[in-house]
Nanobody, 121 residues
């Protein structure tokens, strides 16, 4: 059974940076498209970014394009989300997600428990 564990959340100031990590256990990591979603207080979960199994293709939401970068290390079974130029509106619980489709925009079959990112102004 595939399990996803996120880390790296925390508090950052506006304009600052954070890097999230998601480590995968179980399953075949290279079979999965990996993605990040987020859910802000009082809002629905939304797509942030995804990356194909080999890492050659990435896709971002318009709200983070140019500021966030998704990457993966298949040897470490880990996917990363580098978040730069953070804004208060980036405050949310960030969820790692995995599925065997690309792009991973509408949802996923496997989810992590989430990590909280808070950006202060």
């Amino acid at each position: 059974q595939v399990q996803l564990v996120e880390s790296g959340g925390g508090l950052a100031q506006a304009g600052g940076s954070l890097r999230l990590s998601c480590t995968v256990s179980g399953g075949t990591f290279t079979s999965y498209t990996m993605g990040w979603f987020r859910q802000a207080p009082g809002k629905e979960r939304e797509f942030v970014a995804c990356i194909s199994w080999a890492g050659g293709n990435t896709y971002y939401s318009d709200s983070v394009k140019g500021r966030f970068t998704i990457s993966r290390d298949n040897a470490k079974k880990t996917v990363y989300l580098q978040m730069n130029s953070l804004k208060p509106e980036d405050t949310a619980v960030y969820y790692c997600a995995a599925d065997q489709i690309y792009p991973l925009i509408l949802g996923a079959s496997v989810w992590g428990k989430g990590t909280l990112v808070t950006v202060s102004s």
